[in-house]
């Protein structure tokens, strides 16, 4: 479980992404049960009628099996997607309030309470490898949160999970810590943007998702984060980054600019502005500045070097930053 917020959050991101997949394809199961009824059910406990008779109660003791969708696998899943809804990153915290509101059937227990319990790797075993691995990373994070790390694990030879983060979304996940940092905003992720409508006003096709969306600064400004290499400028981007882009900047009023990792050294070193021309403007000569609608162009951004552990942006590129987004 990583101590670095941006590696959390998209750990947190892996854990409910597969706690989604596992809802959708919950099904009860049959538990061993033991209660005093009153008709008899299952198999009567001969201790229980000792009891019964001694006391002279009514109720009758029975071991029985019962269908219920409240297991200890379940149980342990729902305490740490509490976990996960407790942090700020909207997106986690709407994902795990979604989740935690299909799993009502779910007893709630603290994490000390579902940890003292386990399953033994023959148990596991048993258990779809969806489902598995969903429950050993709600472990995890509930060990993290107890503060006792990672447990002694009883399956696979050591390992507990595996867990693939994809470059590009942790990138994105950079790339609105350091909006964050240089602002003092939260950037919206994945904002619904809609760009075609019918004749009553209705949107008319899936909305476009652009990665990044600062809409507190004096203009609203937009980023998308890519995960590759950076081109000499907005002009040199490939025509489907350029069009995209191009098309964010108008529908939402927007600066729009293309963000991508470079070493810290040259962090914002190459930083040069374009301008989109306004609605109506002549198609071809030169416009004069009232012309001149939104700003685009391509960002540098520092990427960590393998090792580092502090993700933040320097004080130097913090200033550079609040300076392109101010629109200096």
Not at 2 to 21: C, G, H, N, T
Not at 257 to 277: G, I, N, R, T
Request: hydrophobic share 40%; charged share 25%; net charge neutral.
């Amino acid at each position: 479980m990583p101590d670095v917020p941006q590696l959390k959050i998209q750990f947190y991101r892996q854990f409910l992404s597969q706690a989604e997949e596992a809802v959708r394809q919950r099904k009860p199961v049959f538990l061993e049960a033991q209660d005093e009824l009153t008709f008899i059910r299952g198999r009567m406990v001969p201790q229980g009628l000792m009891k019964r008779k001694a006391q002279h109660r009514m109720p009758v003791l029975c071991e029985y099996d019962s269908l219920t969708a409240d297991s200890h696998i379940w149980q342990v899943i729902r305490a740490a997607v509490q976990v996960t809804g407790q942090e700020t990153d909207s997106h986690v915290k709407s994902r795990s309030i979604e989740i935690d509101a299909h799993l009502r059937d779910v007893g709630i227990k603290t994490a000390a309470a579902v940890l003292r319990e386990r399953l033994s790797s023959t148990e596991l075993a048993r258990v779809a490898v969806s489902l598995r691995n969903t429950y050993l990373l709600a472990r995890s994070i509930l060990a993290r949160q107890l503060g006792i790390g990672f447990e002694s694990p009883v399956y696979s030879g050591g390992v507990i999970a595996n867990i693939k983060i994809v470059s590009s979304d942790l990138w994105e996940r950079l790339v609105a810590g350091y909006l964050e940092e240089a602002t003092g905003l939260m950037p919206d992720e994945q904002l619904e943007t809609h760009l075609y409508y019918d004749e009553a006003g209705q949107s008319a096709a899936h909305p476009k998702r652009p990665d990044l969306v600062l809409m507190g600064s004096q203009r609203p400004v937009v980023i998308d984060a890519k995960y590759k290499a950076k081109p000499l400028g907005i002009a040199k981007a490939s025509s489907s980054d350029q069009y995209q882009l191009t098309t964010y900047a108008y529908r939402l009023a927007a600066d729009a600019f293309l963000a991508y990792p470079c070493p810290a050294e040259q962090a914002l070193a190459d930083y040069k502005v374009s301008y989109l021309a306004q609605l109506g403007s002549p198609p071809s000569g030169k416009l004069d500045n009232g012309h001149l609608a939104y700003r685009i162009g391509v960002l540098s951004l520092p990427f960590p070097s393998p090792g580092a552990a502090d993700f933040s942006l320097a004080e130097v590129y913090r200033e550079r930053s609040r300076e392109i987004f101010r629109g200096s």
